[in-house]
């Protein structure tokens, strides 16, 4: 799929549809993850002025992590229900703000070209900011099941890329999924 059709597939809500959750357990699903990765990442970043979420879904990682300024990008803006958060359909239309901290939780998986991607999430982080990237691996719950997926992970790869767009690995979690927290 080129990067126009797979808009079309998240911004029309058919990958939520691959989800074989109800829509009250997917938000609850949601939830659970954000509260798991905003502690990590208060864990070790304490707290960010400024913090962009690429693919937000409802905004709860935003909500969580807390930062003063918060902005999501989503391909579907009417699925983000958190308050509080200037939300955009696409990364290219916050280019020229930059944020103390940039996440992408399970979104690399789904772009047609993840290294051009990292790139572009680089470009969007401040100077000494951090990126956190977490996606699911072959050993993630339904990790290689999920039909929507484009590409899976391995540590090792996926820290290679981070290396290649000029980011210092500075921390790998298992989630259970893979996150990586990186400095620009």
């Not at 797979?6 to 989800?19: A, C, D, E, H, V």
């Not at 930059?98 to 939780?105: C, G, H, K, M, Y």
């Not at 990790?143 to 899976?152: E, N």
Request: with cysteine.
């Amino acid at each position: 799929m080129r990067e126009r059709e797979l808009n079309t597939f998240y911004s029309k809500g058919y990958y939520r549809r691959t989800i074989n959750l109800t829509d009250e357990e997917k938000d609850a699903d949601e939830m659970y993850r954000a509260t798991v990765d905003a502690k990590i990442i208060k864990q070790h970043l304490g707290d960010v002025p400024s913090h962009l979420d690429i693919g937000c879904s409802r905004g709860y990682l935003l909500e969580q992590v807390g930062a003063a300024s918060r902005v999501g990008v989503e391909s579907d803006v009417d699925h983000v229900t958190a308050s509080g958060i200037k939300v955009y359909s696409d990364i290219d239309d916050v280019s020229k703000k930059r944020f103390d901290l940039v996440t992408a939780i399970h979104v690399l998986e789904h772009v047609a070209d993840p290294l051009t991607f990292l790139k572009r999430m680089v470009a969007v982080t401040n100077a000494n900011g951090h990126l956190i990237i977490e996606v699911p691996t072959w050993k993630s719950p339904g990790g290689p099941l999920r039909l929507p997926h484009l590409f899976h992970f391995e540590p090792d790869v996926l820290r290679l890329m981070c290396r290649e767009v000029g980011l210092n690995v500075e921390h790998t979690e298992f989630t259970p999924h893979l996150m990586l927290i990186c400095r620009a």
